[in-house]
């Protein structure tokens, strides 16, 4: 129940003859994933669409569950429709925020892993200071694991992982020590709350340290669902018994099902924007840009003050276009507050198809 946590390196074989059989696969299904990402026409666009699933994806892992038409409102309006939809906001926040971190300093810190935690969990922020942390199995609530106490401790246990994560002399294959990483931080379970959703943030964050993605558009979290009990299981059996091998494939498998699935969605989108294009063409010519057509893309809606701005253009030019967009079927309004939001619906709807697969 109780288990002294051990620093890392594992000082096991971690790339095992099964494991390297299935690094290959991994490797292929994320280099096909990155490949088709880079030369998409507007990266934002996928990675607002993306994160929006993992969002409520991460979220659902932690029994925090929210429906795609909840989070469309929040992400659209000041008041939040739910809790759960505001939780679920803040993590595709922290998504962001992590993400232009590691960018800009070309590393993934404890400090930088801290800031993710506080943007997940704005009221519960910060290192565990009390002892007496304890996980319990939610069906029979018997104590399963222990994770260290003390603020020195995890602090010692975070700055060992920090030194993992941003050092290669060990010559381990990055999708390999990515199983590591998750294990160790999960098991060092540092904050009071949010521990798994910002475990989740660290696996992509890593994938785009590594250069194995150019931006956070692979998560883990829908594979995590479907196979929860395993996820639990294989973590134990860490833990219990040093088994590392079926903790390893497990993550493996997921990336090679993940990147197949997300490259499915990212060829989805990328033809919904190509055919957006050209029917803006035929039918708009008049007000037609590749401009106009990536901001109705950007998020899954828009309102009058974005084409206004994003376009240079009157608050009057710009409620035109708009009015023209829906009457053609390329948006619908909805009223939300005092505020006209223009939803597109296709992207939505997809998006929303490709979360429930």
């Not at 939809?85 to 993400?99: D, F, L, P, Q, T």
């Not at 931006?215 to 929860?228: A, M, V």
């Not at 055919?275 to 990536?294: C, H």
């Amino acid at each position: 129940m109780g288990h002294s946590l051990r620093l890392l390196p594992p000082s096991v074989e971690l790339e095992t003859r099964y494991v390297l059989k299935q690094l290959a696969r991994s490797h292929r299904a994320l280099a096909e994933l990155k490949g088709f990402s880079e030369i998409a026409p507007n990266k934002n666009i996928l990675l607002n669409a993306i994160t929006i699933n993992e969002a409520k994806d991460s979220s659902e892992v932690e029994n925090i569950v929210t429906t795609h038409d909840e989070l469309f409102k929040t992400m659209s309006s000041e008041n939040y429709e739910s809790p759960a939809a505001k939780e679920v906001a803040n993590y595709r926040s922290a998504i962001w925020r992590g993400y232009e971190l590691v960018e800009e300093y070309g590393f993934l810190s404890t400090n930088i892993i801290i800031d993710i935690q506080s943007m997940i969990e704005p009221s519960k922020g910060g290192i565990r200071k009390l002892p007496g942390t304890v996980l319990k199995n939610e069906l029979t609530g018997d104590v399963i694991y222990m994770p260290p106490s003390g603020k020195e401790e995890i602090l010692k246990l975070l700055d060992n992982l920090e030194q993992y994560i941003n050092n290669d002399y060990d010559n381990i294959d990055p999708l390999v020590k990515l199983a590591v990483i998750h294990y160790q931080f999960e098991a060092i379970h540092p904050f009071h709350d949010g521990n798994g959703r910002t475990g989740r943030v660290i696996n992509v964050l890593y994938l785009t340290l590594k250069g194995l993605l150019d931006s956070p558009i692979l998560y883990l979290s829908k594979f995590i669902i479907r196979n929860k009990s395993a996820y639990y299981r294989l973590l134990q059996e860490v833990t219990a018994e040093g088994k590392w091998e079926g903790w390893i494939l497990f993550i493996l498998q997921g990336i090679e099902e993940t990147a197949d699935e997300t490259l499915m969605l990212v060829k989805e989108m990328n033809q919904l924007l190509e055919q957006s294009v050209k029917e803006m063409m035929d039918k708009l010519p008049k007000i037609y840009s590749r401009e106009l057509v990536d901001l109705i893309f950007y998020e899954f809606y828009t309102k009058i003050s974005y084409i206004e701005d994003g376009l240079g253009v009157s608050r009057k030019t710009a409620a035109k276009y708009l009015s023209n967009l829906e009457e053609e079927g390329f948006l619908v309004s909805e009223k939300i507050g005092r505020e006209r939001i223009y939803l597109n619906e296709r992207l939505f709807g997809m998006v929303k198809k490709a979360g429930e697969r």
